[in-house]
């Protein structure tokens, strides 16, 4: 069963509106970590954090907030969406500070429209 | 900054071929992980292969291997014997102190028949 598990697949929101994505991993990891995909452009990093109660801003923070109130979950805030928004999120968690292998969830296709 | 450059856009071969993927990184650290992620046509993301900086030899995982040339600061992706199902977008990865991992915008692979 998959151990990364994001919710919802799919969001359709509007310029102004609140969208919150939800990740939960049954890895037991300390890291986790969203990502934005755009066609053509690999991954790039939003926020993430080592753990319950931490998050850290990644290369691309501005517009979004992150919230860790658990090992398992880690949510990706989007207080006022802009159609600049409109991406592919992914989460995922990573097995240990010193290697850090990912393990990804299947995706969130965001709009913003 | 790290940086990860993949400079091979997309690269079709015919299957049961070899074909190799390049990537060269740029890091101040002395020690450092690389990855290499496929990401299928679902969009899913999975790890595939990764390298250690202290280790000489390459990492072999079934049929991928590394070619990792320190001095040159490259990591290439080689599949032997390549199928069908291995036409992906594939992305080469570097692990910062940090934690964070910085990726590539990724190589298209088409396998024809």
């Known amino acids: 069963e998959a151990a990364v598990t994001q919710s919802p697949r799919n969001k359709v929101a509007v310029t102004g509106g609140k969208v919150t994505l939800s990740c939960n991993q049954t890895n037991n990891h300390n890291n986790m970590y969203w990502y934005r995909q755009d066609t053509g452009h690999g991954l790039r990093l939003i926020h993430y954090s080592y753990g319950a109660g931490s998050t850290e801003k990644g290369d691309i923070p501005d517009g979004y907030k992150a919230s860790r109130p658990s090992q398992e979950n880690f949510s990706l805030i989007l207080e006022l969406a802009t159609p600049s928004q409109t991406s592919v999120y992914f989460c995922?968690?990573?097995?240990?500070?010193?290697?850090?292998?990912?393990?990804f969830g299947a995706g969130t296709r965001l709009s913003v429209l | 900054a790290q940086k990860v450059t993949q400079t091979q856009t997309s690269i079709s071969v015919v299957e049961k071929t070899t074909v190799t993927m390049d990537c060269v990184y740029e890091t101040r650290d002395s020690s450092y992980f690389l990855f290499w992620y496929k990401q299928t046509a679902s969009g899913e993301i999975v790890f595939l292969i990764r390298?250690?900086?202290?280790?000489?030899e390459n990492a072999t995982v079934g049929h991928y291997s590394l070619n990792f040339q320190k001095p040159k600061s490259s990591i290439g992706l080689i599949i032997t014997a390549t199928q069908i199902e291995d036409s992906a977008v594939y992305f080469c990865?570097?692990?910062?102190?940090?934690?964070?991992?910085?990726f590539g915008d990724g190589t298209v692979l088409t396998v024809k028949p």
């Open positions: 990865a570097m692990r910062e102190n940090t934690g964070k991992l910085t």
């Open positions: 995922a968690s990573g097995d240990d500070l010193l290697v850090n292998t990912l393990y």
């Open positions: 390298q250690d900086s202290y280790k000489k």
